[in-house]
């Protein structure tokens, strides 16, 4: 569901996406959020022929260079496999230079499975009425994507508090033009963030920027929210990383993993 304004993160151009403000990441103004081009590239990976038999159940994007908020050309295909199991890939550019690069695993849907008596499914946090105290005010003030293009709820943790954290996220706009965002579209731009929802390092002095993302689903994500339950782990020699368990309002979904990059802030 729409929120707020109509300005969708992108806009089509022929070939091209042109990002809008609300695209800006929190480490440099002319930089898109990873969140924003991974909901992206989902979009054009869900939406190759095939799908209707097929489900995402594994995503994972390299954040090659920064991605800049300007014209990104997409190319997205069907790269190999067979009836049961799939490999997608896609690649984001701009200009003549890859800034992002994805692969997929999509896999039979099996409705037979669901008839058969499956452990429960591990219950999803309660949902916040609103953002408590301002705990989801970003670091940097209220503009860009974290703070205008997608709405964050804090069940616990908060930006300014150090350590681990449980946050719901929907997305205010459309991912590209006006269609409504999907739940999968939802829940990548989601887990882009658990980096910068369970940070242990000062955002003042301290870069920890994620330079991949991977996603595993054990199902498909329903509905407009997504849930992350994430921690951040710093290891000695400039790595760490983040991970979050997925959940929608039904319960959980899957999980996430992120590989940072941890450096001075200049």
């Not at 930089?31 to 992206?40: D, R, W």
């Not at 930006?159 to 459309?174: E, K, S």
């Not at 006006?178 to 242990?200: C, H, K, Q, W, Y």
């Amino acid at each position: 569901m729409v929120r707020a304004s109509r300005e969708p993160l992108y806009r089509r151009d022929g070939d091209l996406y042109v990002p809008s403000a609300l695209t800006r990441g929190p480490w440099d103004p002319r930089a898109q959020h990873g969140g924003a081009p991974a909901a992206l590239i989902a979009g054009a990976l869900a939406s190759l022929e095939g799908g209707a038999e097929m489900a995402l159940a594994r995503l994972s994007f390299d954040f090659l260079r920064p991605v800049p908020i300007a014209p990104l050309a997409l190319d997205a295909a069907v790269e190999g496999g067979g009836r049961r199991v799939q490999r997608l890939r896609a690649r984001l550019l701009a200009g003549d230079v890859e800034v992002c690069r994805a692969t997929a695993l999509r896999i039979r849907r099996w409705d037979a499975l669901a008839q058969r008596k499956l452990p429960p499914v591990p219950v999803a946090p309660a949902l916040p009425d609103d953002d408590r105290d301002g705990a989801a005010t970003p670091p940097g003030g209220p503009g860009g994507f974290a703070g205008a293009g997608i709405e964050l709820r804090f069940a616990s943790g908060r930006f300014d508090t150090p350590g681990p954290a449980t946050v719901w996220f929907r997305l205010r706009v459309p991912v590209v033009d006006d269609r409504p965002a999907s739940p999968l579209e939802n829940t990548v731009a989601a887990a882009d963030f658990a980096n910068g929802i369970s940070s242990v390092l000062d955002w003042g002095t301290s870069l920890f920027i994620n330079a991949d993302l991977s996603i595993a689903l054990e199902r498909e994500p329903q509905g407009e929210w997504t849930c992350l339950d994430s921690q951040t782990h710093v290891g000695p020699a400039g790595a760490a990383i983040s991970e979050s368990v997925l959940f929608d309002a039904e319960g959980r979904i899957g999980r996430g993993v992120q590989s940072l990059l941890v450096d001075r802030r200049e």
